[in-house]
Structure formats: C-alpha cells, structure tokens
C-alpha cells in the first residue's frame, strides 16, 4: 500500500518535501514505516527525537497502519 | 469572563531578541494546524478538569514574526488566582511540550529549528 506523510519542522528539510509517498507492506506498523524512513533519511536518525502522528494523534509504534491514514512526522515540538 | 470569577491570569509569549548570546532577527512558526488545534483544546480540557478554572483560551500564531511580536496568549479565568495562576502555567509548559508547532529562528549567518538537534 501507499501512504502519504506529512513532514513538518526539520522533517520537512530532511525531506526536501512537504508531504512524501512510500510504500509499505500491508498491515505494517508504525515501528516499520520509521524504519524505513530512517533507512532512506538517515539524517532522521540525528534528530534529537521524531514520533509519528496517525489521523491527528501521537501513534505508539504497534500501531497498524491503513493506506487511508493521515501520517505525519513529528519532530521534536517548539511553539511558545 | 464569567459573573463567578475573580480574576483572569494571562501570559503572553513574545519574540526575544536574542538566544544563549546570540541575537535573533526573527522567528518562523510553523504548525500541524489541525493537529495542533486538537492537542490545545485536550489542554484546554485537561486543565479544566484538574482545577476550578472557568474559561479558557489558547491562541498561537503561524508564519514570520519580528522581535517583541507576539506568537502564544493564554488566558485562564477562575474564581480564585490560584487555579488560574496554576493552570495557566500547566498550559504554556505543556504546549511547549505536546503542541505540533514549530520555530525556527532566524540568525545573521544562518538559521536553526528549534529544540530539532542534540
């Protein structure tokens, strides 16, 4: 399946896009797209910190993923 | 504002001219906005159930801000300063922490997102 993520921040950098497709196996989890995102963006690995959001809320890596999600990656958080 | 409070605490974030010595020109917020709009209204729910606080209001703002601007208000009335004063620090230290937004600031030779690196 393909799904779309949504990169913010330094993510966005990494990414050199503002949203990328990859594709994943079916039933993957979240632990597996991070993964391969690290293995193709390995600068995510310098980052202090990233976690993925699914459908607007922060995903733990046993999460299943669904082509329809909406993902996002997020790095480590600075408003205020 | 309601008729039962006594007093409203705010806290207004503003852009700082400089950081560890160095000075910054500007700052660049960037935000998940549906995302974010949905964590701060969890803060705004838990800080109501964890005290006697009445209203609430979180606002951020997005995009390029200058010196003295201001990126973050919150508000917090209750019927008593104490709840107010805790919650509404409950709710800027949290933001910081949960809240997808992001800052980058902005320097003469260059320019870094806050918080990203070690």
Redesign the interface.
């Given at each position: 399946m393909t799904v779309t993520i949504?990169a913010?921040?330094?993510a966005?950098?990494i990414f050199g896009a503002s949203s990328i497709d990859i594709e994943l196996p079916a039933d993957a989890l979240a632990s597996d797209l991070k993964l391969l995102l690290e293995d193709k963006y390995p600068r995510l690995k310098?980052?202090?910190s990233y976690l993925l959001?699914v459908n607007?809320?922060y995903a733990n890596d046993d999460l299943v993923l669904d082509s329809r999600d909406e993902i996002?990656v997020?790095?480590?958080?600075?408003?205020? | 504002m309601s008729p039962s409070c006594g007093g409203i605490d705010v806290f207004i974030?503003t852009v700082r001219d400089a950081t560890k010595g160095k000075q910054v020109l500007r700052l660049e917020?960037?935000?998940?906005e549906?995302?974010?709009v949905?964590e701060m209204q969890k803060l705004a729910d838990r800080a109501m159930q964890q005290w006697p606080v009445q209203k609430v209001v979180i606002h951020?703002r997005t995009g390029v801000l200058q010196v003295g601007e201001v990126?973050?208000v919150i508000a917090v009335a209750a019927a008593h300063r104490d709840a107010a004063f805790e919650a509404c620090r409950f709710l800027?230290d949290t933001?910081?922490?949960?809240?997808?937004?992001?800052?980058?600031e902005v320097f003469e030779d260059g320019e870094v997102?806050?918080?990203?690196?070690?």
């Open positions: 949504l913010f921040g330094i966005k950098d310098q980052i202090r959001a607007n809320e996002a997020i790095p480590p958080v600075s408003g205020g | 974030g917020f960037e935000a998940y549906k995302m974010a949905s951020h990126p973050v800027i933001l910081k922490q949960t809240v997808p937004i992001w800052k980058k997102w806050v918080s990203a690196t070690p």
